[in-house]
């Protein structure tokens, strides 16, 4: 299917406008005001949730077009959790995912 110029242009303002309309439904309205103790807690969750949705496809099929899947940066991942689980902490997972990735890197 093929759009003209305008169509691609009148979509783009469409998307722009209700992502904008998304963001400040929350941001806006709600901004300012004391939100409920379980909106809070939910809320808390909302990293853990969105952060592995977008970690996982790049390290499970960094190559969406063969499908082929990296063993270098699963390997990474694999160190990076496997620190973060042993000491709850980021900043000593994150450190020990970027030597593995950049020491097999070297290596292979």
């Known amino acids: 299917m093929s759009y003209t110029d305008g169509q ?53 099929m960094p190559n969406p ?8 940066r699963i390997a990474a991942a694999f160190a990076t959790i496997v620190v973060g689980w042993w000491r709850k902490d980021m900043l000593p997972s994150v450190i020990a995912g970027v030597i593995t990735y950049g020491g097999l890197q070297y290596l292979l």
């Open 65 to 72: 077009v063969t499908g082929e899947a990296d063993p270098v």
């Open 8 to 60: 691609i242009w009148t979509i783009i303002a469409i998307i722009g406008v209700g992502t904008y309309l998304i963001r400040f439904s929350f941001l806006g309205l709600v901004g300012n005001r004391k939100l409920p103790e379980w909106a809070l807690r939910h809320l808390r969750y909302t990293p853990v949730a969105v952060l592995p949705g977008l970690v996982a496809p790049l390290v499970l």
